[in-house]
């Protein structure tokens, strides 16, 4: 086996600006076999399904609580399982596809991604649901920067950008559109169809990439792995997020909660210390001495805060609130994918006109604005209003989606951009499981501390601490607590009282999230273009 480097497009460490303005395509495809716009069409369907996995299921949360008897805490680890999984793994799987091929370790997660989805449409327990989203998320992650490892390699230096920007926007719609196909999936099928249509499209994914891709590997690509840092990372991640979810059923002064957020910083401390020893580091500290790469991570992180986190309850208010159907309720969401959809080349022309500064800053400002917006819903908001924050939103979130590629790898020496790529994905997956967890927390709080008063002042009678904790899990996710036989004029207060207790939880949940987006804008104006973000991928091809 022999590695040839193809350094003529980069030189040897040059920096972007002595790229020769017409270089070659990496290695010559002859036929199928690694050529460009091919290969970005099979990647493509690989990041599609992922992407769409990370929203679809928002959709279904509630047929899946009720078909299945789960509670709040549990619907919220089906979303918090897949995004941790996949946050806490992008990285090593990042260095798996560098040492053993990109090619290789893209069809494993097809393959993985398409089982784990066909094994959760036949189970009949949470537990099994969550077990298997976190398989989701496992095998997710080898694909996800393997793919972004593959377009680097294959396109020539000057299309680079434009195949990263379709990538990007693949990504945005993928995950805005995941709602609207679960509406229909949920509604005319059932919810376990929205993870069976994964095996066909895995099915292609694997049939493409068997036919069209080129194994690309770096000549210094790694020789080990950091196990203690692999291990120090996920339990950090998972002391946090386990603080976050159980901080409403323990409480926030119980000591539990602050052992288990002692616990996560100890570790992310250890982690930082081991990474700088250990010889081949699962995240070279050294990246983050880059201002412009360290905030482009940042901004990923805070952006999927607000997004994730915010879209959560969405998708209760507008059926459990509204009383939508899943596919009506996927439908009023319409106007966040078409805006992230003809938002996404928009920005993409923007960044590479202007730079990523401006462009970012205002699609964080859009955000924000949005979020204020969604704080305004009421129990009687119109459609007409609903869409217009909805549209806000996704015009917001395209120039991050698209941009935050070209800022974290640009930034990044050559040498480590599939580090930076799986960066890049970590920072938004732990931005959207934190989003879910801080936010479910946020609304958590804030039904326990109102219910119990609202439910008085309407004259109902009251409950015993046990029934108050039933009805607050019910009144979280928009259900009215309501016993059979109950007479219609109590069952009408009892309606009232959920729903406006529950709008007072996301009102308040949607205000932190658009506290976010306003931190986010700041975070913005600190990047810029990467030196490294128009030079060739020179790597090594097998």
């Given at each position: 086996?022999?590695?040839?480097?193809?350094i003529?497009?980069?030189?040897?460490?040059?920096?972007?600006?002595?790229?020769?303005?017409?270089?070659?395509?990496?290695?010559?495809?002859?036929?199928?076999?690694?050529h460009?716009?091919?290969?970005?069409?099979?990647?493509?369907?690989?990041?599609?399904?992922?992407?769409?996995?990370?929203?679809?299921?928002?959709?279904?949360?509630?047929?899946?609580?009720?078909d299945?008897?789960a509670?709040?805490?549990?619907?919220?680890?089906?979303?918090?399982?897949?995004?941790?999984?996949?946050?806490?793994?992008?990285?090593?799987?990042g260095k798996?596809?560098?040492?053993?091929?990109?090619r290789?370790?893209?069809?494993?997660?097809?393959?993985g991604?398409?089982?784990?989805?066909?094994?959760?449409?036949?189970?009949?327990?949470?537990?099994?649901?969550?077990?298997?989203?976190?398989?989701?998320?496992l095998?997710?992650?080898?694909?996800?920067?393997?793919a972004?490892?593959?377009?680097?390699?294959?396109?020539?230096?000057?299309?680079?950008?434009?195949?990263?920007?379709?990538?990007?926007?693949?990504?945005?719609?993928?995950?805005?559109?995941?709602?609207?196909?679960?509406?229909?999936?949920?509604?005319?099928?059932?919810?376990?169809?929205?993870?069976?249509?994964?095996?066909?499209?895995g099915?292609?994914?694997?049939?493409?990439?068997?036919?069209?891709?080129?194994?690309?590997?770096?000549?210094?690509?790694?020789?080990?792995?950091?196990?203690?840092?692999?291990?120090?990372?996920?339990?950090?991640?998972?002391?946090?997020?386990?603080a976050?979810?159980?901080?409403?059923?323990?409480?926030?002064?119980?000591?539990?909660?602050?052992?288990?957020?002692?616990?996560?910083?100890?570790?992310?401390?250890?982690?930082?210390?081991?990474?700088?020893?250990?010889?081949?580091?699962?995240?070279?500290?050294?990246?983050?001495?880059?201002?412009?790469?360290s905030?482009?991570?940042v901004?990923?992180?805070?952006?999927?805060?607000?997004?994730?986190?915010?879209?959560?309850?969405?998708?209760?208010?507008?059926?459990?609130?509204h009383?939508?159907?899943?596919?009506?309720?996927?439908?009023?969401?319409?106007?966040?994918?078409?805006?992230?959809?003809?938002?996404?080349?928009?920005?993409?022309?923007?960044?590479t006109?202007?730079?990523?500064?401006?462009?970012?800053?205002?699609?964080?400002?859009?955000?924000?604005?949005?979020?204020?917006?969604?704080?305004?819903?009421?129990?009687?908001?119109?459609?007409?209003?609903?869409?217009?924050?909805?549209?806000?939103l996704?015009?917001?979130?395209?120039?991050?989606?698209?941009?935050?590629?070209?800022?974290?790898?640009?930034?990044?020496?050559?040498?480590?951009?599939?580090?930076?790529?799986?960066?890049?994905?970590?920072?938004?997956?732990?931005?959207?499981?934190?989003?879910?967890?801080?936010?479910?927390?946020?609304?958590?709080?804030?039904?326990?501390?109102?219910?119990?008063?609202n439910?008085?002042?309407?004259?109902?009678?009251?409950?015993t601490?046990?029934?108050?904790?039933?009805?607050?899990e019910?009144?979280?996710?928009?259900?009215?607590?309501?016993?059979?036989?109950?007479?219609?004029?109590?069952?009408?207060?009892?309606?009232?009282?959920?729903?406006?207790?529950?709008?007072?939880?996301?009102?308040?949940?949607?205000?932190?999230?658009?506290?976010?987006?306003?931190?986010?804008?700041?975070?913005?104006?600190l990047?810029?273009?990467?030196?490294?973000?128009?030079?060739?991928?020179g790597?090594?091809?097998?």
């Open positions: 086996m022999t590695s040839q480097t193809t003529d497009t980069t030189g040897s460490g040059d920096r972007a600006e002595k790229v020769p303005s017409a270089p070659s395509d990496p290695v010559p495809a002859a036929g199928l076999r690694g460009p716009w091919l290969t970005l069409i099979t990647v493509a369907v690989g990041v599609m399904m992922v992407a769409l996995d990370g929203t679809i299921v928002a959709i279904a949360n509630p047929a899946i609580q009720k299945l008897g509670t709040f805490a549990q619907v919220q680890w089906i979303t918090n399982g897949y995004f941790l999984a996949l946050a806490v793994s992008l990285i090593t799987a798996l596809g560098d040492r053993f091929g990109h290789q370790t893209f069809l494993i997660g097809v393959t991604f398409a089982a784990a989805s066909g094994a959760i449409g036949l189970s009949h327990s949470i537990a099994a649901v969550v077990t298997f989203r976190v398989c989701q998320g095998f997710g992650a080898l694909l996800m920067p393997a972004l490892g593959l377009l680097r390699a294959t396109f020539p230096a000057e299309k680079l950008n434009m195949a990263i920007g379709i990538w990007g926007m693949v990504i945005g719609a993928s995950t805005a559109g995941g709602p609207i196909l679960g509406g229909v999936l949920v509604e005319h099928v059932n919810w376990q169809s929205v993870f069976f249509i994964n095996v066909p499209v099915l292609i994914a694997l049939v493409l990439g068997a036919l069209i891709l080129r194994d690309h590997r770096a000549d210094n690509a790694p020789r080990s792995f950091d196990l203690l840092g692999i291990a120090l990372l996920s339990g950090a991640m998972f002391c946090l997020v386990w976050l979810i159980k901080a409403p059923a323990w409480g926030w002064g119980d000591g539990r909660t602050w052992a288990f957020i002692a616990g996560s910083v100890l570790l992310f401390a250890v982690f930082s210390f081991w990474e700088t020893k250990v010889k081949e580091p699962l995240i070279p500290l050294g990246l983050f001495r880059s201002v412009p790469l905030a482009g991570v901004l990923m992180v805070l952006m999927a805060i607000a997004f994730m986190g915010g879209l959560f309850f969405v998708t209760f208010y507008l059926q459990n609130v009383g939508m159907s899943p596919i009506d309720a996927g439908l009023h969401l319409l106007p966040l994918t078409g805006m992230m959809i003809v938002g996404s080349p928009l920005a993409g022309a923007m960044i006109k202007l730079g990523p500064r401006i462009p970012l800053a205002g699609g964080m400002v859009a955000t924000a604005v949005a979020m204020y917006g969604m704080s305004t819903l009421e129990t009687d908001t119109g459609s007409g209003v609903m869409s217009l924050w909805f549209g806000l996704g015009l917001g979130l395209a120039p991050v989606m698209v941009g935050a590629t070209e800022v974290i790898v640009g930034n990044a020496p050559m040498e480590l951009s599939g580090v930076a790529g799986g960066l890049q994905q970590a920072a938004m997956q732990i931005g959207g499981s934190l989003g879910t967890a801080v936010l479910g927390a946020v609304m958590a709080s804030k039904v326990d501390s109102d219910l119990r008063g439910w008085a002042d309407a004259g109902l009678p009251k409950l601490p046990t029934q108050l904790d039933q009805a607050s019910a009144v979280q996710v928009g259900v009215a607590p309501v016993a059979k036989g109950t007479p219609d004029v109590i069952v009408a207060k009892i309606t009232s009282v959920a729903h406006d207790t529950f709008i007072s939880g996301m009102s308040l949940a949607s205000l932190v999230a658009a506290g976010v987006a306003a931190v986010a804008v700041l975070v913005a104006l990047t810029k273009r990467g030196e490294n973000a128009d030079a060739g991928a790597v090594g091809h097998i």
